[in-house]
């Protein structure tokens, strides 16, 4: 009886040091979307593609930074672009507000399977959003 206690603790730290390694990627996952928008705004020039970005472009980065043990399908990325400053407006499409100086905003969600021993199957519910001003 005490071996399965043991164990049942010890997977459990195992799994919450997974759980705390996923929510560090999630936030890190969201500040490198960010970062892939701002520098591909409107006004981009030298890159090859995604230039400038469009959200299909950032959920695709972002899904494929490759980060062991996550799951990508398992992902959802959602960027929004806004006007920074109180009483701009936004013009043209497909992202009106991807011009230089406005803000750019990706919510990165993750449903973290938490498994543990003799419990029911779980998953949790992780999300971090990073916000950045549009440089280019």
Do not use: H
């Not at 959602?78 to 497909?94: D, E, K, L, R, V």
């Amino acid at each position: 009886m005490s071996t399965v206690l043991f164990l049942t603790f010890l997977f459990g730290i195992f799994e919450t040091g997974f759980a705390l390694y996923t929510y560090y990627f999630i936030s890190e996952a969201a500040r490198e979307g960010a970062r892939y928008a701002i520098v591909r705004g409107s006004s981009c020039t030298g890159f090859a593609s995604a230039c400038p970005a469009a959200g299909s472009d950032v959920q695709n980065y972002v899904q494929n930074l490759g980060f062991p043990g996550i799951n990508p399908s398992k992902m959802t990325v959602s960027p929004s672009w806004s006007a920074y400053t109180s009483g701009s407006t936004c013009p043209g499409s497909p992202n009106p507000c991807n011009s230089p100086g406005n803000l750019v905003t990706v919510t990165v969600q993750y449903n973290f399977p938490l498994t543990l021993p003799f419990a029911p199957k779980l998953t949790y519910a992780m999300s971090s959003t990073s916000a950045m001003i549009i440089a280019q």
